[in-house]
């Protein structure tokens, strides 16, 4: 029987995404888990998973289509197999940069929607492109990169780095620029603009530093077009902002304790970072204190089955959360080489399908950064997000005594409509008692 691809809800904000590539061509065989497709959404470029084996039987949707959450982009069947005539399913939504499908045939299969997962809405397309559109449509045209010949994220790559797509060999369907061509690209880009460079050093130096006492430097000014992940952020926060209201509890965790069981781990060359510790400590703090792990649903509150925590991760030009689900019956190791896989997959651009969605609780850690502490805004729907502070040395009195201790600042930001002052200090309470005596986190 044959079964759609439908384009996915690949994160909880997500209601549309590019089909940057396919990576199977019609009549190519297809096994379960095999990456069939490129996917950019408004966080992160993702690779497609067949969820059936079978042969690639169309593809409806071209590399470079906007295409809405829902859309069949394809058919997986049997050899052979006949398709039941019709009008395609997937376009009537699809942008107007993209192309039409390339298939009219329709089947129908039944499709679950991931669990959690609300996503925030986005203003329908109307006849017009947008100013950003249009403003990007002309900067192609002065690069030279038709919107034929590579997605909008490889054109956006290109206007980045000043690069004329029609000087790039694109090796994708139809010749088309992928990823991929644009960076093998760049550093032969590179090298042409610095050779002419080179001759000039000397005479730019010499006038730098000749005018060096009456220089003052200065910002350049101008504007900077948003990207669809600093979009994303903006209207995620703005919503959070006006329709939940937050409250805080802020308390000072000691964490000597649990920097010893973390070195312990270190020096047996197990990588469990002190961020597992808390991630750790903050699922076990939520078994006890559910309504922490929950939902506001207007008339009623959606208590989760599953502690999903999501770990907010710094990338270029914004913030992921990738999601470690089910980290109440995980162990701390294997919370840690699953956070590892998370953070690098985000990192890197590699965000797998899922990594993204059904986060029920978020941890968000700037210690790294040396800062003491800050409040952190709920990401929708979930009804609270831990913000935590750097582990540094404090004065602390101790049976009337002042003693040098190591210590860390944790604030919650929890949804006041789901929980109240007492039920946020009590589960504060309870992660401090885990952090503090952190054995506990290995029974």
């Not at 644009?182 to 050093?201: C, G, N, R, Y």
């Not at 805080?248 to 597992?276: C, Q, R, W, Y």
Request: contains cysteine; aromatic residues 4%; negative net charge.
């Amino acid at each position: 029987m044959a079964t759609e691809i439908t384009m996915p809800k690949l994160s909880d904000t997500m209601e549309e995404g590019v089909l940057i590539s396919w990576k199977k061509s019609p009549g190519e065989r297809v096994d379960r888990g095999d990456i069939i497709a490129e996917i950019e959404t408004d966080k992160a470029t993702m690779e497609l998973e067949a969820f059936a084996s079978g042969i690639l039987l169309e593809t409806r949707v071209k590399a470079g289509d906007l295409v809405p959450v829902g859309t069949v982009i394809g058919i997986i069947g049997s050899e052979g197999e006949k398709i039941s005539s019709g009008e395609a399913s997937p376009s009537p939504e699809i942008s107007k940069q993209a192309g039409d499908s390339q298939s009219k045939s329709e089947v129908k299969v039944s499709e679950k929607e991931p669990p959690y997962e609300k996503s925030l809405p986005i203003a329908e397309s109307g006849s017009e492109p947008p100013p950003r559109e249009r403003k990007e449509a002309e900067a192609d045209k002065t690069l030279g990169g038709g919107m034929e010949k590579a997605s909008p994220m490889v054109r956006r790559m290109a206007r980045d780095q000043g690069i004329d797509l029609s000087r790039v060999t694109g090796t994708g369907p139809d010749g088309r620029i992928l990823k991929e061509d644009l960076e093998a690209f760049l550093p032969q880009a590179e090298i042409k603009q610095e050779l002419p460079q080179s001759s000039k050093t000397a005479a730019v130096l010499t006038e730098a530093t000749e005018s060096l006492p009456s220089r003052r430097s200065s910002l350049s000014g101008g504007s900077e077009q948003l990207s669809r992940m600093r979009t994303a952020i903006a209207r995620t926060v703005i919503e959070s902002w006006q329709t939940i209201p937050h409250f805080t509890v802020v308390m000072d965790i000691e964490m000597g304790a649990a920097e010893d069981l973390h070195k312990s781990f270190k020096d047996v060359g197990d990588p469990v970072s002190l961020n597992d510790f808390i991630i750790k400590s903050v699922a076990t703090a939520l078994l006890d204190y559910p309504r922490l792990n929950a939902s506001w649903a207007e008339d009623k509150i959606d208590i989760h089955p599953e502690v999903n925590i999501g770990i907010a991760v710094n990338v270029a030009d914004g913030l992921l959360v990738p999601v470690l689900h089910d980290c109440g019956n995980l162990s701390l190791r294997e919370i840690a080489h699953q956070s590892r896989e998370l953070i690098e997959r985000a990192r890197t651009g590699k965000t797998a399908q899922g990594d993204l969605s059904g986060g029920t609780f978020t941890v968000s850690n700037m210690g790294m950064l040396g800062v003491d502490a800050f409040t952190a805004i709920i990401l929708p729907p979930q009804a609270g997000i831990l913000a935590i502070g750097t582990v540094a040395d404090a004065a602390v009195v101790r049976k009337g005594h002042i003693v040098v201790a190591r210590m860390m600042t944790a604030v919650l930001s929890a949804d006041h409509r789901v929980v109240d002052g007492a039920y946020g200090a009590g589960f504060m309470k309870k992660l401090k008692e885990i952090l503090e005596n952190p054995v506990r986190l290995m029974l």
